[in-house]
């Protein structure tokens, strides 16, 4: 019996509270100005809605049986919104201004007998909107007109989307027949088949022989083409449907923009892969996981790796591995060393700042070089300079040749370029002057060189001779000039031409023109005056 009389109270409770919310519901709705009132009672009827916030915590029936027409996804007030705000003109902005206590009363954009009021309230924080219409409308439809033209005016939007859409857009019967179509889809056909093709019904088919695979389910999107009434290239479509009872509703996108672009994409593909198969520098990209997507036969000749192994899209860290067990990289002392340089190559490629020159246990040298690409890629480029570090090497050698040459002279040799900056000069030459010009922090030049030979006087006439010979603004002809070394000795120089226009000044104790001359005197020739020119003072 204690259960009984349990249930039976719980009963009456609910029943309590139930009548409780129609009564506050029925109390809620105020009466319109000048003493009107709504047709039909809230609670049985009317349109009421309380909002807290964005949430929606209670309506009417009907009011409910109106908002669920909304668009799907959206919260509660953004439903409200979008079926009402179209009636009444700004809407969201004067809902939002309201305070606490304050009372709003809209009236429908359309005028007329029948043009509705929104009235809306305030309190504690609960916003309740009310659709109201002024006495007279008796009729137990009254809110029907309303529901009709909401109706009316959805279906026209999506009549007026459906038409105005630049996508075909076509209802078609498993036979091929078309029984619906937008205006896209007729402008296509009237261009394809003339103005008459508009003259009859139904509507000719834009893609003759156009079949689905399954009637009953939709079809995965597929591209299908058709040659344009303007001739040359065909147009390219991505076709869609979606099922029907009696026809298939098609959508076709146009992707020419889209299918020209792969196009050339694919053309500048197979340029890039015919060009990286001629260049004699191997090439290895890896994408942003560090696994090679592409490389080319050079690779393959340098590496010394197979085929078979490259186009299984090896790991950064493998494709090293095997390049060391090739011998294709230079040998590390320890294993931890090889790991730590690894993770520095692959840090150093991302950023571009890796470039080494690898000297294999093979005796080649290659040059590498790390570069990041988009998409966080980086390639790497292996270069065989083999031959150019051994040209090198050899150029070098002759260079350190040619200076041991000079310094194994005991006269002093220094050689200027047409600028006017000493090139070279040997080790006898910097015990002449008493200078250092290989560890000099620049590079010595002609007025250095004067102060080296007592030559500061720039009124010399001997001083603007050599600059001019130096500088190749006179004549070039060599000739001999006597100057007092460091220690008061006399020392005579010669100044000649070299290839490159360049110039070769030596320093002897003895000029070799007047030691020429003095054997011709000797032997009876006859004598002619030296070559000479002296420093003033």
């Known amino acids: 019996m204690d259960f009984v009389a349990t249930g039976l109270a719980m009963v009456g ?28 009672p809230p609670d049985e009827e009317g349109i009421v809605y309380l909002f807290r916030g964005r ?16 668009q799907p996804g959206c919260d509660d007030w953004s439903r409200f919104l979008a079926t009402y705000a179209g009636r009444f003109s700004r809407l969201e902005q004067r809902l939002s201004e309201l305070r606490d206590g304050d009372i709003l009363e809209i009236a429908e954009k359309a005028a007329g007998a029948a043009a509705l009021v929104l009235h809306a309230e305030r309190h504690g924080g609960v916003l309740r909107a009310a659709l109201c219409e002024p006495v007279g409308e008796e009729t137990p439809d009254a809110f029907e007109p309303y529901a009709v033209q909401a109706m009316e ?18 209802r078609q019967q498993p036979d091929g027949t078309v029984i619906w179509a937008n205006r896209a889809y007729m402008d296509e056909m009237q261009r394809e088949y003339g103005e008459e093709a508009l003259a009859s019904w139904p509507p000719r088919p834009v893609f ?103 186009t299984q899209r090896p790991t950064l860290h493998a494709f090293l591995d095997a390049l060391r067990e090739n011998q294709r990289i230079p040998e590390p002392r320890d294993y931890k060393s090889w790991r730590l340089r690894i993770a520095r190559l692959e840090a150093a490629a991302e950023d571009g700042r890796y470039k080494e020159t690898w000297t294999l246990p093979t005796g080649q040298t290659y040059r590498v070089t790390g570069q990041p690409h988009p998409d966080g890629a ?32 005991e006269q002093a040799v220094a050689v200027f370029d047409t600028e006017g900056a000493m090139l070279m000069s040997n080790a006898a030459y910097g015990g002449l002057w008493d200078v250092s010009p290989e560890t000099a922090l620049a590079r010595i030049t002609l007025g250095d060189a004067f102060r080296h030979w007592g030559l500061e006087d720039q009124r010399d006439p001997l001083r603007r001779e050599i600059s001019s010979f130096v500088l190749g603004e006179g004549a070039r002809s060599s000739f001999c000039f006597r100057l007092k070394g460091p ?11 070299l290839p490159q226009r360049a110039t070769m000044i030596e320093f002897l104790t003895l000029c070799p023109a007047l030691a020429a001359r003095s054997s011709e005197a000797a032997a009876g020739a006859p004598r002619a005056a030296p070559v000479l020119r002296e420093a003033r003072g």
């Open 55 to 70: 949430s929606l915590v209670d309506a009417t029936g009907r009011a409910l049986g109106l908002l669920s027409a909304g």
């Open 208 to 310: 003759p022989g156009l079949a689905f695979e399954a009637w009953e389910g939709a079809s995965p999107p597929r591209r299908i083409s058709r040659q344009s009434w303007r001739g040359g290239s065909p147009n390219w479509y991505e076709l869609h449907d979606c099922p029907g009872d009696a026809a298939k509703l098609c959508f076709a996108l146009p992707i020419d923009q889209l299918v020209q672009a792969e196009a050339s994409l694919k053309e500048f593909i197979g340029t890039l892969g015919k060009t990286f198969a001629q260049l004699p520098i191997g090439l290895a990209i890896f994408d942003a996981k560090r696994r090679l997507v592409l490389f080319n036969p050079a690779l393959i000749d340098l590496t010394a790796l197979g085929p078979e192994m490259l």
């Open 153 to 170: 005016a959805e279906l026209e939007m999506l009549r007026s989307v459906a038409e105005d859409s630049p996508v075909l857009t076509w």
């Open 487 to 497: 220690d008061g000795a006399p020392v005579f120089a010669t100044v000649r031409s």
């Open 13 to 40: 409770v609910g029943i309590a509270s139930a009548l409780a919310g129609v009564m506050l519901l029925r109390l809620a709705v105020p009466p319109l100005p000048g003493g009107a009132s709504l047709a039909r």
């Open 378 to 409: 980086v390639a790497f480029l292996f270069e065989d300079i083999s031959s150019e570090v051994s040209l090198k090497r050899r150029f070098r050698s002759e260079i350190d040749l040619g200076h041991s040459v000079l310094n194994a002279f």
